[in-house]
């Protein structure tokens, strides 16, 4: 075979494969981005604290209660879900004739609360939490060993964002929420309840950082900083698929990690801006988004 | 913006009876309060200062001590901001520890600027002592050269001769990839290649498949705190060790050995300056410091604590808070805490006083939640660190 630029075809698979992992971060979180701010209209600045909460919440099941993964990775984002609506309730829904501005500095200035309130209790050396035995162990593909607990990670995803895209945009639920953002008034006249509607689309965005949460606990160290790390990087995939798009942000996040993983190659230095140059790109040449409807 | 947590006045009982004070002093200890080096410096280093305070019994003394803290955020500007408005507004006279190298740097000339004092606690890079030394910094616990002179000698000497380096993208990846090539090679091994990673990082896995596919023996890992913990983590998913390569984490803290559980960490090798289960002395410091932090005191906060104390021991003997009278002082006198025992400082401001090679235990011989490391070899401080002739400070070496 050949060799792209001195590197080994089999080290660019592996590298593909890495950064579709990685990518599955990106989907599934701006994916909970994309739906909130789809048919809520709110900026959630706290989703990477959300993220940070669905981690800590498996971590918390299993060390203070001795629930395993599979039911934390119901669970946590059920429980983190739950606290997302609550907040939706007593604040964000306050804001939504606003401009947006102020529902992005509410979850903002609420992301530096939980993440300072984790950071007093917990610091941030982080915890262990360990991969489930039945996820351990990898498999060799010949040109790099996966991890089976990689592999789960794309799997979930992939069915996840797709599960999500198929509610959204073709089931009647799907409909009456999307008919919901376009015109509530009318909506709320079909006999529609269109403000625990958006509540519960809050509390499932959020479930959905929750999640990607749970699956990252095992990977990555598990501390009340990895969710603002992480967070910037998945704006930045929005706005690159284009606001409130669904399938823009999970196209664009499998699509990004990919490209940041070859990056990691080529030229690992600039691993860490691939992603905002490509915005910059995007957003001069298709302010829109690339998914994005012409608004 | 940084936030002032802490302002503490030592001396709140004998102000009551309002003796006149022989010399105030004002230490600032800037360090990471809220990002990865929080809980290895962080408050704990700012309870450290405070113990040395209450220890020397400085108000018995007649020196009057007020303890400031701020959040550098790992950022150079915001250090060097913060310690200009130190020096410039506050009156501090001296800060402490500084973690991460490029902040440490910034600190470094700034203080020189103003003719201050930085005893430095937290950060690794050897050229706060080599070319970017001054007059006024000096270098408490450890850095990268005796590092190398640890992990990285003991790893090329048991059979590891060929390297790859994983290296944090910032001064102090640099300087301790560096430092440990020299120590590599000098040791008849081999270096096949490096790849920088932004700091701070998450997913390692693609910079590990790269050091895996470079067939070299020991990967060594140039980074720190959760960068470090996230590499080791990684490494053990993509089954990097049972395939054969061999890890070498050149910067450890116990707080990371605890965040990754001993049994991920078993049979690591690391190099210290200080264990909390050394000696009684050590014991000592440790039960009292973890009785309020909630965790034993990392080398780093161990080094706040005694730096704390030469100092004041020099201000005690210099008699006013002169800072060109106290750092000759300084150098003058043998260094002697119950942390890190007897040393000296070197005229260059390297601190010189023996280096651990430690070993994470198994989770078998492990007796308690923080009984993590044994120790495997004493390293000489003369060992360890750098010798002056080779360090290339200008001032130090003018004759």
Redesign the interface.
Known sequence: MFELLGI?PQ?LM??LL??L??GSFYAVLSLGLAVIFGLLNIINFAHGAQYMMGAFGAWMLLNYTGIGYWPALILSPIVVGAIGIALERTMISRLYKLDHLYGLLLTFGLALIIQ?LF?NYY??????YA?PPALQG?QNLGF??L?N??GWVIIASVVVCFGTWFMIEKTRLGSYLRAATENPELVGAFGINVPRMITLTYGFGVGLAAFAGVLAAP???V?P??GA??IIVVFAVVVIGGMGSIMGAILTGFGLGIIE?LT??FY??G??VVIFVIMAIVLMIKPEGLFGNNA | MFKRIALTTVAATALATAPAWATDVKLGVLNDQ???????SGQGSVLAARMAVQDFDAAGKGINVEIISADHQNKPDIASNIARQWYDRDGVDVILDVPTSSTALAVADVTAEFGKIFINSGAATSDLTRANCQPTTIHWTYDTAALANGTGKAVTESGGDTWFFLTA?YAFGHALERDTTAVVEANGGKVLGS????F????F???L??AQ?SGAKVIGLANA??DT??SI??AA???IVQ?GQKLAGLLLFI??V????AE?AQGLQMTTAFYWDMNDGTREFSKRFQAEAG?PPSMVQAGVYAGTLHYLKAVEAVGSNDPAAIVAKMKEMETDDPLFGKGYIRKDGRVIHDMYLMEVKSPAESTGEWDLLKQIATISGEDAFLPMEDGGCAFALAK
Do not use: C, W
Request: no cysteine; net charge negative; proline share 8%.
């Open positions: 080994p080290v592996g590298q890495i950064g992992i990685n300072g950071r610091g941030v050396s982080g915890l262990p991969i990898g790099m060993f991890p607990y990689r990977i990555y160290s501390n900083n990895m790390d992480l993983g990691r190659v690992p230095e691993s860490a | 809220s990002g990865v080096y929080a809980d290895l993208d790849v920088k990673h932004p701070p990082g998450s997913d896995s693609s910079f498949l790269q596919g705190g959760a913990v996230n983590k990684q998913e993509f089954g395939a707080n990371n605890h965040s990754l559980g991920t965790a």
